[in-house]
């Protein structure tokens, strides 16, 4: 297949690329490199840099293709409450210029990024498709939003879609063949990383009292290669069903932020300096989810999203960077 993957330089669009190379297909990466990265295109692929926001350049890079992937999206939950204005233009404008031209194309096929801040604070854990979407940030509600414009689309003008609701994703490529490393991260891990390689002198541990196993936040960590399976399977499934499709990929395991930093300190052999601050505001005691979904229609599950493999992938990834 002829697969457009807009956002095919970041860090999950690398690796859905990456994928996606390797199953035979043939790859257009569409991608503005604000946050994507030029070490992380492939020579086999062919790359267009270009923004969402250009309708028709975006048009012209659908032209011809059979399947869109979108992951081009700004997602710094805490930085939507704000910067609103960022997250309209980019998530809510650009992804309706990705649905356009994707039916303007003639491609009836897409996937979509979405995510678990569609939910909000938990109802009940583990979290299926059914709980509630409330979100609790405007990331979220972009997101969600998104999805219900797929909806209409899928009605109006026979689009098929898949919206990937990920929980948190994690690691790099076991294999070492994806380079960038996020510019200024926030999430847990790669600031664990950071502080593991000196770029910081500490690790916030944001709240240890939460009713949680140790008090820290518990989350659901996805292996990225794990996601990036998950696209391809979520295709196939569209493709053989005709039928749209809103699915979870989580690995189903709840692991604290202490977890994470015990392993993260066995495997680096660093001291990782933490301090215990105050609780983030927004911030729910424990996300995890449901997978069965994802397993009972496409068969999937995550292999790779033990903590282990979690960290030591993320760890390579700073070494081969030598940033450690
Ligand atoms: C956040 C967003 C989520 C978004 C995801 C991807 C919220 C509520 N969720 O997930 O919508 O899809 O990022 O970017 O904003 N932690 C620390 N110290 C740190 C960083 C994090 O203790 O320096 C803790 C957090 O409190 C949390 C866990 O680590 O318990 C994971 O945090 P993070 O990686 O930021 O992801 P989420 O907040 O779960």
């Not at 960022?86 to 897409?110: D, F, P, Q």
């Not at 505001?281 to 292999?303: F, H, I, M, N, Q």
Request: net charge neutral.
């Amino acid at each position: 297949m002829k697969i457009l993957i807009v956002g095919g330089a970041g860090y999950i669009g690398s690796h859905v690329a990456r994928e996606s190379l390797d199953q035979g297909h043939e790859v257009t990466v569409y991608d503005n490199l604000s946050s994507g990265f030029r070490t992380n295109l492939f020579p086999e692929a062919i790359f267009i840099e270009g923004d969402i926001l250009d309708y028709p350049a975006l048009l012209a890079a659908a032209m011809g293709r059979d399947v869109v992937i979108h992951l081009a999206a700004v997602k710094a939950a805490g930085e939507s409450m704000v910067k609103p204005e960022k997250y309209s233009l980019n998530n809510l404008c650009g992804a309706v210029n990705i649905i356009n031209a994707t039916c303007e194309a003639g491609i009836r096929r897409l996937v979509f990024s979405s995510s678990a801040a569609t939910y909000g604070e938990p109802a009940y854990i583990p979290i299926d498709e059914k709980h509630p979407t409330r979100p609790e940030n405007y990331y979220g509600f972009t997101k969600l939003e998104t999805e219900r414009i797929l909806g209409w689309y899928d009605k109006l003008k026979g689009l098929r879609f898949a919206a990937l609701r990920y929980f948190n994703a994690a690691g790099y490529d076991a294999k070492g063949r994806i380079h960038g490393l996020e510019k200024v991260p926030a999430n847990l891990l790669p600031v664990i990383m950071e502080t593991a390689c000196g770029m910081r002198s500490e690790l916030q541990v944001f709240g240890d009292d939460y009713e949680t196993k140790d008090g820290t936040g518990v989350r659901d960590y996805v292996h990225v290669s794990d996601l990036a399976r998950g696209h391809m399977s979520a295709l196939k499934w569209i493709d053989e069903n005709d039928e749209s499709l809103i699915v979870n990929l989580g690995s189903e395991a709840g692991l604290s932020v202490l977890e994470l930093l015990e392993t993260a300190r066995r495997i680096t052999g660093r001291p990782i300096p933490s301090r215990i601050v105050p609780r983030r505001p927004g911030d729910p005691a424990k996300l995890v989810a449901s997978s069965a979904l994802a397993k009972e229609k496409l068969g999937w599950t995550a292999r790779e999203s033990d903590v282990t493999t979690l960290v030591q992938t993320t760890w390579d990834a700073y070494k081969r960077s030598g940033k450690a």
